[in-house]
């Protein structure tokens, strides 16, 4: 009974007085299938060498790779996003295109040791392995040449696909790359390899741990192909060129600083949609939550659950077969 005035004529707290309650109405569910744990492959190590800017993440052996791979399907994981960290780095990224590079050989080694249960990406792009730490190659003036780096994403799509992968990547924002991808790759025999397109990317400061994961020392930005952050309607027309370009899955990333861009995307597409919980996002939460400053496994469900929320199919995630491990 009030005193003041009369009784609320709905009351949303009624569908939040039990866990119970909470669970059957919640409208956004987060599954193991839909996670994609992104994981960093080198050459010539030992032992794993822990990512100091990501506390828990390391760039794996040849060997502990393949267990992180079996781990992720046994906690249900839907798949793996390889890089690989080469030896050797020079101007054209020449281990990208070697049948024996690192990333080749670790998708080899996945495949062979969880085959199809486990959906094998790989990341296809220059960055992880040009000297100069840019996505492409560069012109006499010191630019990345658009064309003359999509050449070497035909020749990477092949030789990854030769290695058995199930879907590649291509993470560079080269204009045309999806359609150079799709064509090398169907000229190569391998129609059944998928597109995951990073169609949304941004240039953005949240990439900096990734950069110690995949040793690299890139110089200058990459202001002039990854997008501005001040633009979401742009993202719409990347949208549109990837799926002309023959798309079968499109990304946004990063993700939490972008939920509007994924939002816009999801709407508007009759594909699958992923975004990318990058390595910034991931080192935010963990240096947070290290501090004692917030819950650390709250707040990963939460920004998880926020992703799906904003129209996420699947998300790519440091913290996949952990998360995947509690969702069971
Ligand atoms: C490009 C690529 C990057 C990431 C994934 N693919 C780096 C970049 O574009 O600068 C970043 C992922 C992360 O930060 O977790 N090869």
New binding site residues.
Partial sequence: MSTYGSFPAGRPRRLRTTPAMRRMVAEHRLHPAELIL?AFVREGIAEPVPVSSMPGVVQHTRDTLRKAAVEAVEAGVGGIML?GVPEHKDALGSAGTDPDGILQVAIRDVKAEVGDELIVMS?L?L??FTDHGH?GVLDAAGRVDNDATLERYAEMARVQADAGVHVVGP??MMDGQVGVVRAALDAAGHQDVSILA?TA?YS?A??????E??ASS?QGD?KTY?QDPANARESLRELALDLAEGADMVMV??ALPYLDVLHRVAESVDVPVAA?Q???E?AMVEAAAANGWIDRDAAILETLTSIKRAGANMILT?WATEVAQRLR
């Fill in positions: 992104p890089f990341d792009c960055d992880e996505c993470s560079g990073y990317k953005s949240f990439y900096g741990p990734f950069r994961a995949v890139l990459r990854q990333k990063p990318y990058i390595s910034g991931y440091y």
